[in-house]
T-cell receptor
Framework: GAVVSQHPSWVICKSGTSVKIECRSL??????MFWYRQFPKQSLMLMAT?????????EQGVEKDKFLINHASLTLSTLTVTSAHPEDSSFYIC?????????????FGPGTRLTVT | AQKITQTQPGMFVQEKEAVTLDCTYD???????LFWYKQPSSGEMIFLIY??????QNATEGRYSLNFQKARKSANLVISASQLGDSAMYFC???????????????FGKGTTLSVSS
């Protein structure tokens, strides 16, 4: 199967600073990647769809100036949480869809746990 | 609007027993895909099984099977012979529109926490 990596796996930052999370497709090219946010024991909430070479599409209610997404290549998308606050603390997961048999499974990165102090 | 509903916040089962996790969906699309994922406490999302809207037979993958009832818009996951390692959160998800699209994100239900005891 396809592999999606994320870095860092966890990060602690101070309120007011910015944090960048990287999402890489290791063995396939991903024109589109997705960023999700998950609070403890809750579902995955789609934040935005990241498109290589163009602007990301944000879901309603997600501040695009706060959550900057850059999809600079077919294997890398980054999410930058700007001026982080404690309420931004969450589990962030990226994913990409890939097929080698006609079914576009959605492969997920291992997630990044962000804690803002 | 597309929606996935999982009504069981938590389920408890003993080892070696079978368990059914419920999932209903709402969509006006004729072509769509249904997925089940497992999320252990480590946080990784593990793909379990897929059912296409035009698939006539229920999907099976080892101990996992999907009970697909299209008219009732339900896609329940059945885990046979539960194991301690099955304890995790389980999410039902839907790919709106044709399932063979790379640019569409999955829509997730709220999840069901499964606890398997010995």
């Amino acid at each position: 199967g396809a592999v999606v990596s994320q870095h860092p796996s966890w990060v602690i930052c101070k309120s007011g600073t910015s944090v960048k999370i990287e999402c890489r497709s290791l063995d396939f090219q991903a024109t589109t990647m997705f960023w999700y946010r998950q609070f403890p024991k809750q579902s995955l909430m789609l934040m935005a769809t990241s498109n290589e070479g163009s602007k990301a599409t944000y879901e309603q209610g997600v501040e695009k100036d706060k959550f900057l997404i850059n999809h600079a290549s077919l294997t890398l998308s980054t999410l930058t949480v700007t001026s982080a606050h404690p309420e931004d603390s969450s589990f962030y997961i990226c994913s990409a869809r890939y097929t080698d048999r006609g079914l576009y499974e959605q492969y997920f990165g291992p997630g990044t746990r962000l804690t803002v102090t | 609007a597309q929606k996935i509903t999982q009504t069981q916040p938590g389920m408890f089962v003993q080892e070696k027993e079978a368990v059914t996790l419920d999932c209903t969906y709402d969509t006006s699309d004729q072509s769509y895909g249904l997925f089940w994922y497992k999320q252990p406490s480590s946080g990784e999302m593990i793909f379990l099984i897929y059912q296409g809207s035009y698939d006539e037979q229920n999907a099976t993958e080892g101990r996992y099977s999907l009970n697909f009832q299209k008219a009732r818009k339900s896609a329940n996951l059945v885990i046979s012979a539960s194991q301690l390692g099955d304890s995790a959160m389980y999410f039902c998800a839907m790919s709106p529109g044709p399932a063979n699209q790379a640019g569409t994100a999955l829509i997730f239900g709220k999840g069901t926490t499964l606890s398997v005891s010995s």
